[in-house]
């Protein structure tokens, strides 16, 4: 052995000339149509248009009927991740169908396997491809993220604030200001509204499900919540902590009425007409 190889330095650049000799045939040589690297390729193409599909619609049927701008925002998001995600998932399934057809083990079950195939780390392009495209998911998704979350909490003109208190099993809605108390969430549309969230006996989750948002009411404590309703009918409020026997049973209907309706409701339901004319010139 030359002294050149026996030192560490020699010693990796000849292991990294082996491999890239090994691997060699997977990029190079022959016609392209004939190389491995070629039929991985068309299976990747063809699984990140699979992918980017389904993101493009499936979040739109397997959300539909939400009603508020977060759940919006939600959807959205969960299209451009997945529509981000789409083409480096297909790399792995394309290099694991294109194995499973062309690269596994074909003869008797009493044969011995085939020895692993070459690695590809001595190969430089696919390296710097691979780096390139995880430094770029991993600097937009989390940029993506955090302005998502930072524009849904910005306080807008016309807020209004309702305290919600869960019990074993049902919900209570207090309406701060208009001495109104109920059980089932009435809400105006186009208004943000802040939800203080608290518990009287065991950790529930309060889930306005089509409004998008969710968040643990605690005993003893105070979490909160910010959506803004931006569709007329109804929706689904549910817990979602496993509180107890009848925790199934702690479901009850909210609605998004319009801004006249609901100054109505708030005076049908004992608040004062100082409290409602209030509650109208925040809007305005």
């Not at 939600?74 to 062309?102: D, E, N, R």
């Not at 993506?144 to 919900?171: A, C, E, N």
Request: aromatic share 10%; proline share 6%.
């Amino acid at each position: 052995m030359s002294s050149e190889n026996s030192s560490p330095e020699g010693f990796h650049e000849a292991k990294r000339e082996a491999i890239a000799e090994e691997v060699a045939p997977i990029f190079k040589g022959g016609p392209v149509w004939k190389r491995p690297i070629f039929g991985v390729l068309i299976l990747w193409l063809i699984m990140t248009v699979i992918g980017v599909l389904i993101g493009l619609f499936a979040p739109v049927h397997l959300m539909d009927g939400i009603s508020s701008s977060d759940a919006d925002s939600a959807k959205l998001t969960i299209i451009v991740f997945t529509v981000a995600a789409a083409p480096v998932a297909a790399v792995v399934y394309g290099i694991a169908l294109y194995s499973l057809l062309k690269w596994r083990k074909k003869g008797s079950s009493n044969d011995e396997p085939p020895a692993d195939g070459p690695p590809i780390r001595g190969h430089g392009p696919a390296t710097a491809i691979w780096l390139g495209i995880s430094v770029a998911l991993v600097v937009f998704l989390p940029f993506w993220g955090m302005s998502v979350l930072s524009s849904s909490g910005t306080s807008q003109i016309g807020q209004i604030r309702v305290k919600v208190i869960g019990q074993q099993w049902l919900w209570s809605f207090q309406y701060g200001g208009t001495k109104v108390e109920t059980h089932n969430l009435v809400l105006p549309i186009n208004r943000q509204v802040y939800f203080d969230v608290t518990s009287k006996d065991v950790t529930h989750g309060f889930w306005p499900v089509q409004l998008g948002v969710q968040v643990d009411a605690n005993p003893g404590f105070q979490t909160s919540a910010v959506t803004t309703p931006n569709k007329l009918g109804r929706f689904d409020v549910r817990c979602s902590q496993l509180c107890g026997l009848n925790h199934a049973y702690m479901q009850v209907t909210g609605e998004v009425v319009t801004e006249k309706k609901f100054e109505k409701w708030l005076a049908a339901h004992g608040a004062s007409a100082n409290s409602v004319a209030t509650y109208t010139a925040i809007a305005k």
